[in-house]
């Protein structure tokens, strides 16, 4: 596993530590599954306060792409 330092800014830390908070997590494992969803081909990070970041979380619905 590897360390990183992270600088946010003041207002962005709350957010972030909010979020986490709101969904029942740490605020490193809330960052970890906001990464993890953003690399992930076809997923999308959910902006703070909606939710599990995680989409290996039970109950996280996938991204559907409407038929055109």
Do not use: F, I, Q
């Not at 959910?46 to 409407?66: F, I, L, Q, S, W």
């Amino acid at each position: 596993m590897k360390h990183v330092n992270l600088r946010l800014p003041d207002e962005l830390h709350e957010l972030a530590r909010a979020a986490a908070a709101a969904d029942d997590r740490s605020l490193n494992s809330w960052l970890v599954a906001v990464v993890r969803r953003a690399v992930t081909p076809g997923e999308t990070p959910r902006p703070p306060g909606t939710g599990a970041a995680d989409p290996a979380d039970a109950g996280t619905p996938k991204r559907v792409e409407p038929d055109v």
